[in-house]
């Protein structure tokens, strides 16, 4: 647990650090166009080199968690 709260802190003070700090919504993203992002993020040629397939409603949750 203490390792995953580490590497929680390192990724947020990165984000801070190079500004990608904001949200989906607050880049102009909303919830009508995750389908379309489902489907770009499918099509997109690294998908088939990831270690684990993720299911749609894997990315659908990614996505509604970064709104």
Known sequence: RERALAAISAVE?????VGCDRSGSEL????DMIPTLIEDA???VLML???RSPQASDVDALYRAAL
Not at 28 to 31: L, S, T
Request: no cysteine; net charge positive; proline share 7%.
């Open 49 to 51: 080199t990831t270690p």
């Open 42 to 44: 499918f099509a997109d």
């Open 28 to 31: 102009g993203v909303r919830q």
């Open 13 to 17: 003070t990165l984000r801070a650090r």
